[in-house]
T-cell receptor, first 111, second 115 residues
């Protein structure tokens, strides 16, 4: 079945890099996504990666995918206080349209 | 602003009452999804429409829940005989994906409180 897990909390200093990790269990994952949720707001799609790719870079964001270990990470370069939020990874599997989400990682950026 | 709108943003109801939520997707998106999110958790999938056809339903969608998308545009989610356990944020998303590629854009959600 589908299961997505994330660590609960990450604290970094402003200007440092943040790395948020995610593991998933379903080997038929097709796309993996990162969403950001700020307090009282909906989910904002940040980026996604196709399961046959190893890496994707989008401005300050770098996504790394290790398909063998079923491990996904999101690196945020030069982290800013505005990056403080909850970050969710999510997957879709072949033949289904539903997203399966992890429980989220709360990123706290200290000035 | 993702373009997905939901109404109402907040709903307080007494246990046993029926409630209905509305979602308006991004206009060119043919796929529409409902999710439920409780405090401290990620969203959980409820159901999915492609145009007006309801193609996937989660086990979470009990008999008290019904969703429609009659003309392939807006959608409604109705909960009958609400229970306290139905208290959650109900999120709607839409996408214009083809095949497995499926970037979903979320609305702000409707927060339901059942007293």
């Amino acid at each position: 079945g589908e299961d997505v897990e994330q660590s609960l909390f990450l604290s970094v200093r402003e200007g440092d890099s943040s790395v948020i990790n995610c593991t998933y269990t379903d080997s038929s994952s097709t796309y993996l996504y990162w969403y950001k949720q700020e307090p009282g707001a909906g989910l904002q799609l940040l980026t996604y990666i196709f399961s046959n790719m190893d890496m994707k870079q989008d401005q300050r964001l770098t996504v790394l995918l290790n398909k063998k270990d079923k491990h996904l990470s999101l690196r945020i370069a030069d982290t800013q206080t505005g990056d403080s939020a909850i970050y969710f990874c999510a997957e879709t599997v072949s033949g289904r349209r539903a997203l399966t989400f992890g429980s989220g990682t709360r990123l706290q950026v200290q000035p | 602003d993702t373009g997905v709108s939901q109404d109402p943003r907040h709903k307080i109801t007494k246990r046993g009452q029926n409630v209905t939520f509305r979602c308006d997707p991004i206009s060119e998106h043919n796929r529409l999804y409902w999710y439920r999110q409780t405090l401290g958790q990620g969203p959980e999938f409820l159901t999915y429409f492609q145009n007006e056809a309801q193609l996937e339903k989660s086990r979470l969608l009990s008999d008290r829940f019904s969703a429609e998308r009659p003309k392939g545009s807006f959608s409604t989610l109705e909960i009958q005989r609400t229970e306290q356990g139905d208290s959650a944020m109900y999120l709607c998303a839409s996408s214009k994906g083809s095949g497995d590629r499926n970037e979903q854009y979320f609305g702000p959600g409707t927060r339901l409180t059942v007293t």
